[in-house]
C-alpha cells in the first residue's frame, strides 16, 4: 500500500494531505488566520499534483488510480470538511453554522462522487464549481475582515458558504483554469497565506 507513495505525485497528494491535517488542528485550537494560512499550501499541492501526474511518463496504471481515489479523498478534507469547521467555529458553534457545514459537506461529497464516476463533460469542462475555490474564498473572506463589521462577519461567512456549496452541485458547465489562472491563484494563495500567518504572530 505503502509503496504507491513513491510516485511524485501521490507524494504530492500526501503533502497537500499533512498541511489539511495541520490546518484543522490550528482551526480546533481558534488560530483560524494561522489554520487557513496554511490551508493554501494544500490547494497548492493539489495544483501541483495534477500538474506532476499529467507529465509523468510511462506511469503505471494502478498507480494513477490510486493516486485518484488519493486526490478526491484530499480534496474533500481542505475543500469541505476544512472550510466546514472553519465556519463552525466562526460562528461558535450556532444553528446556522451546523445547516452551512451539513450543506457544504453534503454538495462536496455529491460533486466529488459525480466527478469520480463521470469526469469533465465532453467539451472538457466542470459540472459544478470544483471545491478548489472554498479554501480562497475563507482567504479573501478572512483578508477582508478589518473592513467587516465584527458582529457581521460571521453572517456573511456562512452566506458565502452555503452560495458556494450551492454553486458546487448546481448544473452549471466550469471551464478548467488555464496557467495564466493557475499562476495568479498560486501567487494569490502564497500572498494570502505570508499575510495571514503574519497577523497570527
Given at each position: 500500500?505503502?509503496?504507491?507513495?513513491?510516485?511524485?505525485?501521490?507524494?504530492?497528494?500526501?503533502?497537500?494531505?499533512?498541511?489539511?491535517?495541520?490546518?484543522?488542528?490550528?482551526?480546533?485550537?481558534?488560530?483560524?488566520?494561522?489554520?487557513?494560512?496554511?490551508?493554501?499550501?494544500?490547494?497548492?499541492?493539489?495544483?501541483?499534483?495534477?500538474?506532476?501526474?499529467?507529465?509523468?511518463?510511462?506511469?503505471d496504471p494502478n498507480v494513477a488510480k490510486m493516486g485518484a481515489s488519493?486526490?478526491?479523498?484530499?480534496?474533500?478534507?481542505?475543500?469541505?470538511?476544512?472550510?466546514?469547521?472553519?465556519?463552525?467555529?466562526?460562528?461558535?458553534?450556532?444553528?446556522?453554522?451546523?445547516?452551512?457545514?451539513?450543506?457544504?459537506?453534503?454538495?462536496?461529497?455529491?460533486?466529488?462522487?459525480?466527478?469520480?464516476?463521470?469526469?469533465?463533460?465532453?467539451?472538457?469542462?466542470?459540472?459544478?464549481?470544483?471545491?478548489?475555490?472554498?479554501?480562497?474564498?475563507?482567504?479573501?473572506?478572512f483578508l477582508l475582515r478589518p473592513l467587516i463589521p465584527a458582529e457581521?462577519?460571521?453572517?456573511?461567512?456562512?452566506?458565502?458558504?452555503?452560495?458556494?456549496?450551492?454553486?458546487?452541485?448546481?448544473?452549471?458547465?466550469?471551464?478548467?483554469?488555464?496557467?495564466?489562472?493557475?499562476?495568479?491563484?498560486?501567487?494569490?494563495?502564497?500572498?494570502?497565506?505570508?499575510?495571514?500567518?503574519?497577523?497570527?504572530?
Amino acid at each position: 500500500m505503502l509503496k504507491y507513495l513513491w510516485d511524485p505525485a501521490n507524494a504530492i497528494t500526501i503533502t497537500g494531505l499533512l498541511f489539511s491535517s495541520a490546518s484543522l488542528f490550528l482551526a480546533l485550537s481558534e488560530r483560524l488566520e494561522l489554520s487557513v494560512a496554511v490551508a493554501l499550501w494544500a490547494v497548492l499541492a493539489d495544483h501541483l499534483d495534477g500538474f506532476v501526474a499529467g507529465r509523468t511518463t510511462d506511469r503505471d496504471p494502478n498507480v494513477a488510480k490510486m493516486g485518484a481515489s488519493l486526490d478526491g479523498f484530499a480534496d474533500i478534507v481542505y475543500g469541505a470538511v476544512l472550510p466546514a469547521v472553519i465556519v463552525v467555529q466562526v460562528s461558535q458553534g450556532s444553528l446556522l453554522a451546523l445547516a452551512t457545514a451539513t450543506t457544504l459537506l453534503l454538495a462536496g461529497a455529491l460533486r466529488l462522487s459525480y466527478f469520480a464516476n463521470f469526469g469533465r463533460s465532453r467539451d472538457g469542462r466542470f459540472l459544478g464549481l470544483p471545491l478548489s475555490y472554498d479554501v480562497p474564498l475563507l482567504a479573501l473572506l478572512f483578508l477582508l475582515r478589518p473592513l467587516i463589521p465584527a458582529e457581521a462577519f460571521s453572517d456573511v461567512v456562512n452566506i458565502g458558504f452555503l452560495l458556494l456549496a450551492l454553486a458546487h452541485v448546481a448544473p452549471v458547465r466550469v471551464p478548467p483554469l488555464s496557467a495564466s489562472m493557475y499562476t495568479a491563484i498560486s501567487i494569490f494563495a502564497v500572498a494570502s497565506s505570508v499575510a495571514l500567518a503574519s497577523r497570527s504572530f
